[in-house]
């Protein structure tokens, strides 16, 4: 039977792992498609991940793959936004189907690829984008398609999570962990996009669009990064119970969806809570399956090209067997479903942890306490650490029942006019899991 012919763009991480993949698993991939597939052209400005690529038509030139009429399945690996969509919508336009790992370029121009490649009969795959090699939006698109998504979330960008695992386990602070992550490389030379939580934002849209059949909606997303956890903050969580995590949660509300990124205090006892290093898991609570759990690799070579791979066997299949695969997000574009708005992050509801700095002496809780009680807001736990030898001020930790978080900042901004608090308060939400 005729090969699939696949392209791939760009050698990088991810496009050498695909390779090698390809390459070193040919015979079991044929026997799970019914066809062998071919590594037929590759578009790089070099090869320094050194595969061997001596036999195989090489560009410098990528849109020379997309323009390849030997070319089934296009591979975008180059990463980026602008010249990536132009690529694709190139590959869309002549015919080709195309598998990406590239989370920006889908929740940023899904919309416009995904009609784009309907319009022409083609495929957009995109497995890889969340979660690295987790399957989970297979998971959510076809293995709890039968359920109503109650809300998911996840730690879904490994290098918040070494970060966070690393100042919790050794003491350490943020900035030098940090410097320890780029040595390593977990983390990039500018790592903005992973601690201020964009990356993980991105991911979050993709989901959950899937999840709750919403347009992709990614600059309606709340995001806050990681970069003013302490130690501190870390400590005084664990002795109350709970660990800290950066996480995209996205939950269906009454008045819209949440769509947000931020650190949280999740209970210590649930199994996310004890997800350290680089591993991204991410928990789904649907009403027929109740709470399902993914973890596994969320970046890396091949641990990327499995999902990838994956993507490019599901369009040989269908190719084979003259079928269309499942819906881009899951949901038909010909049905009109409701669109929910986004929640403007004022109008959530949470529980919080608040770290406040106060003079020591009498008065100062009954003043704290009075201000939480105008606004009613319920406290479930609050200590005061002794102050420090030589130290003006001792830390008064709060542990808050749910309260609309437009609420909750205005307590703050009155807290903080008192004489004897130091600003700012550290505030972080609490996520029960449940």
Same mark, same amino acid.
Not at 108 to 117: D, R, V
Not at 389 to 402: F, G, M, P, R, S
């Given at each position: 039977?005729?090969?699939?012919?696949?392209?791939?763009?760009?050698?990088?991480?991810?496009?050498?792992?695909?390779?090698?993949?390809?390459?070193?698993?040919?015979?079991?991939?044929?026997?799970?498609?019914?066809?062998?597939?071919?590594?037929?052209?590759?578009?790089?400005?070099?090869?320094?991940?050194?595969?061997?690529?001596?036999?195989?038509?090489?560009?410098?030139?990528?849109?020379?793959?997309?323009?390849?009429?030997?070319?089934?399945?296009?591979?975008?690996?180059?990463?980026?936004?602008?010249?990536?969509?132009?690529?694709?919508?190139?590959?869309?336009?002549?015919?080709?189907?195309?598998?990406?790992?590239?989370?920006?370029?889908?929740?940023?121009?899904?919309?416009?690829?995904?009609?784009?490649?309907?319009?022409?009969?083609?495929?957009?795959?995109y497995e890889a984008s969340v979660g690295g090699g987790i399957p989970i939006i297979k998971c959510l698109r076809e293995g709890l398609s039968g359920n109503?998504?109650?809300?998911?979330?996840g730690i879904i960008n490994g290098t918040g999570n070494y970060i966070l695992s690393e100042m919790g386990d050794k003491n350490r602070s943020f900035n030098?962990?940090?410097?320890?992550?780029?040595?390593?490389?977990?983390?990039?030379?500018?790592?903005?996009?992973?601690?201020?939580?964009?990356?993980?934002?991105?991911?979050?849209?993709?989901?959950?669009?899937?999840?709750?059949?919403?347009?992709?909606?990614?600059?309606?997303?709340?995001?806050?990064?990681?970069?003013?956890?302490?130690?501190?903050?870390?400590?005084?969580?664990?002795?109350?119970?709970?660990?800290?995590?950066?996480?995209?949660?996205?939950?269906?509300?009454?008045?819209?969806?949440?769509?947000?990124?931020?650190?949280?205090?999740?209970p210590a006892n649930q199994p996310i809570a004890n997800i350290n290093g680089v591993l991204n898991t991410i928990v789904v609570d649907a009403d027929a399956?109740?709470?399902?759990?993914?973890?596994?690799?969320?970046?890396?070579?091949?641990?990327?090209?499995?999902?990838?791979?994956?993507?490019?066997?599901?369009?040989?299949?269908?190719?084979?067997?003259?079928?269309?695969?499942?819906?881009?997000?899951?949901?038909?574009?010909?049905?009109?479903?409701?669109?929910?708005?986004?929640?403007?992050?004022?109008?959530?509801?949470?529980?919080?942890?608040?770290?406040?700095?106060?003079?020591?002496?009498?008065?100062?809780?009954?003043?704290?306490?009075?201000?939480?009680? @105008?606004?009613?807001?319920?406290?479930?736990?609050?200590?005061? +650490? !002794?102050? &420090?030898?030589? $130290?003006?001020?001792? *830390? #008064?930790?709060? @542990?808050?029942?749910?309260?609309?978080?437009?609420?909750?900042? +205005? !307590?703050? &901004?009155?807290? $903080?006019?008192?004489? *004897? #608090?130091?600003?700012?308060?550290?505030?972080?939400?609490?996520?029960?899991?449940?």
């Open positions: 039977m005729k090969p699939v012919n696949v392209g791939i763009c760009g050698l990088g991480t991810v496009g050498s792992g695909t390779f090698n993949v390809l390459s070193r698993n040919h015979d079991m991939i044929a026997a799970h498609t019914g066809r062998p597939i071919s590594i037929a052209h590759i578009g790089a400005r070099s090869n320094p991940y050194l595969c061997n690529t001596r036999e195989i038509k090489f560009s410098e030139d990528i849109f020379q793959v997309a323009y390849d009429p030997d070319i089934d399945i296009l591979v975008e690996s180059i990463g980026g936004c602008d010249t990536a969509r132009e690529l694709v919508l190139t590959a869309i336009e002549q015919g080709k189907h195309v598998v990406t790992a590239n989370k920006a370029l889908i929740a940023e121009h899904g919309s416009t690829l995904f009609t784009a490649a309907k319009e022409r009969g083609v495929v957009i795959a109503r998504i109650n809300w998911l979330a030098e962990v940090l410097e320890e992550a780029q040595a390593l490389g977990f983390a990039e030379a500018d790592p903005t996009l992973d601690i201020e939580g964009t990356d993980a934002c991105h991911k979050l849209t993709i989901m959950a669009s899937i999840a709750f059949g919403i347009p992709l909606q990614f600059h309606k997303a709340y995001t806050e990064g990681i970069g003013k956890i302490t130690p501190t903050d870390i400590q005084y969580a664990e002795e109350l119970g709970y660990r800290i995590k950066h996480l995209g949660i996205a939950r269906q509300q009454a008045k819209g969806i949440e769509l947000r990124v931020n650190p949280a205090l999740i399956v109740g709470q399902t759990m993914y973890t596994g690799a969320g970046a890396g070579s091949e641990p990327t090209a499995s999902s990838v791979v994956a993507d490019i066997i599901d369009i040989a299949r269908s190719l084979s067997s003259n079928t269309h695969p499942v819906f881009s997000l899951g949901w038909s574009p010909d049905i009109t479903y409701s669109s929910p708005s986004i929640l403007p992050i004022n109008e959530i509801k949470s529980g919080y942890y608040l770290r406040l700095q106060a003079e020591d002496h009498p008065g100062v809780m009954n003043a704290i306490t009075h201000i939480l009680s @105008l606004n009613n807001i319920n406290i479930n736990a609050m200590t005061q +650490k !002794a102050s &420090r030898k030589n $130290e003006v001020y001792a *830390d #008064i930790v709060i @542990l808050t029942q749910q309260v609309q978080e437009s609420v909750i900042n +205005k !307590a703050i &901004r009155d807290i $903080e006019q008192l004489s *004897d #608090i130091a600003s700012p308060i550290t505030r972080i939400r609490i996520e029960p899991m449940v």
